[in-house]
C-alpha cells in the first residue's frame, strides 16, 4: 500500500466520522483517530503519521517496544497507547513506550501499574476496560463491577482514570453492537455521579473498522481504526483481541 492510497483511506474515514457526528449533532472535534497499528510495519505507520496522524494505538507489548524508537523518534509528539490484554510481568516494558494504558480491567494489574509508576516517580492516564458484550473471548471488568473497580484504582494516586474502554460485539447487527456502547455510556454516567477525585471520564474509546459510526452516534470520543486504513489483515479482529491469555 503507496502513500496515497492510506492518505486516500484516512481521509475516507474522517469523512465517515464527520458524517456520523452530524447525524447525532456531535462537533467532528470531539472524536479522536486513533491509528490501530497491530502487525503494521514502521515504514506504513510513517506514511500515516506524515499525512497528518498522531495518536496509535498497539496491543502487543513486544511490538511496540520495537516500534517505539523508530516512530517516536521521527515523531516526537507521538502519543502512544496500549490497548491490547496486560499481564502484569509486562508492565515494567509498557510503560517504556505507553502514554496511556486503555486496558485497565482488574485491580492487581492497576496495582502493578502503580507500585511501578511510584518507583519511576511518575504518573500515567489509563482507561478502565468494560467487557460490555459479556463474551467469555473478550477481557474487561463485567459491567456490574466496573463502578467498584473504578472507585478502587481512583484510590492510586499514579493512575489518572480518564474515562472507560470497551470492545463491541463482533456481529453484523448494529442493534446489538449499539446495546455495548449505551451500556458504557451509562457506566460512565454512574461514574460521573460519585465526583471521585483522580476521575475524569471524558474519555469514551469505542468504535473500530467496522462499527465506528455506530460508536459515534453512542457517544464515542475516540474510534479506534485499523484496517480500514492500513488494509485487511490475515485474520478477522476478533483473532487478534481474543488473545487466550489467563489474567493472573
Known sequence: MQLNDIEHNIR?????????????????????????????????????????ENLIGENKVQEG????????????????????????NKVKDV?????????????????????RLQKEGRTMDVLIQVNTSYEDSKFGAAPENALALIQEVAKLDTLRIKGLMTIGLFTDDQDKVRKCFKLLQKIRQEAQELALPNVSMEV??????????????EGSTLVRVGSAIFGKRIYPDSHYWNENAKSE
Open 95 to 115: 510503560l517504556k513506550f505507553a502514554t496511556c494504558v486503555q486496558s485497565v480491567d482488574r485491580m492487581k494489574l492497576a496495582t502493578a501499574l502503580h507500585e
Open 12 to 52: 475516507v474515514i474522517r469523512e465517515r466520522i464527520e458524517q456520523a457526528c452530524k447525524r447525532s449533532g456531535r462537533n467532528p472535534e470531539e472524536v479522536k483517530l486513533m491509528l490501530v497499528t497491530k502487525t503494521v510495519p514502521v515504514e506504513r505507520i510513517q506514511m500515516a503519521l506524515d499525512a497528518g
Open 65 to 88: 517496544l520495537q516500534k517505539r524508537e523508530p516512530l517516536t523518534s521521527a515523531n516526537p509528539s507521538l502519543d502512544f497507547h496500549f490497548i491490547g490484554h496486560l499481564q502484569t
Open 204 to 217: 469514551m474509546s469505542m468504535g473500530m473498522s467496522g462499527d465506528f459510526e455506530t460508536a459515534i452516534e
